[in-house]
T-cell receptor, first 114, second 111 residues
C-alpha cells in the first residue's frame, strides 16, 4: 500500500481565497483524522471520522473550516476564506479500528496564506 | 486546553547520552499512550506505545516509563545517536480512536 496520500504537498494562497486539502487514507482503514501542526501548538486534532461519519469536530477552529468524507477512500479539508493565521502543516492520518491500532500519517500539506 | 502536557520543548544531548522526555495527563479515560517520531518534512510515525496497566516497556534503545498514580509517562532513549535527532510527540487515546498529542520535543543529538 502507498500509505496515506495527501495533496498538494505545498500550497501558497492569498488571504481570502478558498483552500482545499485532500487525503486518501490507507485502504481498509475506517478512521480518519485531520491534524494541524504549528510550532506553538504542536499537533492539534481538528476533526475525526469513523466509517465516513464525523465523530468529533470540536477541534475545528471556526466556521471557515469544513471537512467532508464522501467515501471510505477520500476526504477533504476546506478553508474558506483563508487567513494568514491558518498557515501551518496539515496532516491526515488513518487507522483500522480495534485493539491498539496504529495511526498512519501522510506527508502533510504545508499551507502558506499571504 | 492542553490535555497532554509535554516537556521539554527542546533537548540537546551528545551522542551516547540519555535524553528523557516527559508527559502528563489529566483524563483518566485515556487507555493507550503512544510515542511518535517525526523527521523534517515527514509525517509522525509510531515509535513505541504502552497501556496504563504496564509500568515500563522497552523496545531496543527506547523505553517508556509509566506512572499511573501520578498520571505521568516518559520516553528514555538509551545510547542516543545523531540519527535519533527528530521531533518526538507523546500522545494519549480516549476509549475511542481519538488521539490527543502533546506539543512535541525537538531532540538534537550531536556527534
Amino acid at each position: 500500500d502507498a500509505g496515506v496520500i495527501q495533496s498538494p504537498r505545498h500550497e501558497v494562497t492569498e488571504m481570502g481565497q478558498e483552500v482545499t486539502l485532500r487525503c486518501k487514507p490507507i485502504s481498509g482503514h475506517n478512521s480518519l483524522f485531520w491534524y494541524r501542526q504549528t510550532m506553538m501548538r504542536g499537533l492539534e486534532l481538528l476533526i475525526y471520522f469513523n466509517n465516513n461519519v464525523p465523530i468529533d469536530d470540536s477541534g475545528m477552529p471556526e466556521d471557515r473550516f469544513s471537512a467532508k468524507m464522501p467515501n471510505a477512500s477520500f476526504s477533504t479539508l476546506k478553508i474558506q476564506p483563508s487567513e494568514p493565521r491558518d498557515s501551518a502543516v496539515y496532516f491526515c492520518a488513518s487507522l483500522r479500528t480495534g485493539g491498539l491500532a496504529e495511526a498512519f500519517f501522510g506527508q502533510g500539506t504545508r499551507l502558506t496564506v499571504v | 486546553q492542553q490535555q497532554v502536557k509535554q516537556s521539554p520543548q527542546s533537548l540537546i544531548v551528545q551522542k551516547g547520552g540519555i535524553p528523557i522526555i516527559n508527559c502528563a495527563y489529566e483524563n483518566t479515560a485515556f487507555d493507550y499512550f503512544p510515542w511518535y517520531q517525526q523527521f523534517p518534512g515527514k509525517g509522525p510515525a509510531l515509535l513505541i506505545a504502552i497501556r496504563p496497566d504496564v509500568s515500563e516497556k522497552k523496545e531496543g534503545r527506547f523505553t517508556i516509563s509509566f506512572n499511573k498514580s501520578a498520571k505521568q509517562f516518559s520516553l528514555h532513549i538509551m545510547d542516543s545517536q545523531p540519527g535519533d535527532s527528530a521531533t518526538y510527540f507523546c500522545a494519549a487515546r480516549e476509549n475511542t480512536d481519538k488521539l490527543i498529542f502533546g506539543t512535541g520535543t525537538r531532540l538534537q543529538v550531536f556527534p
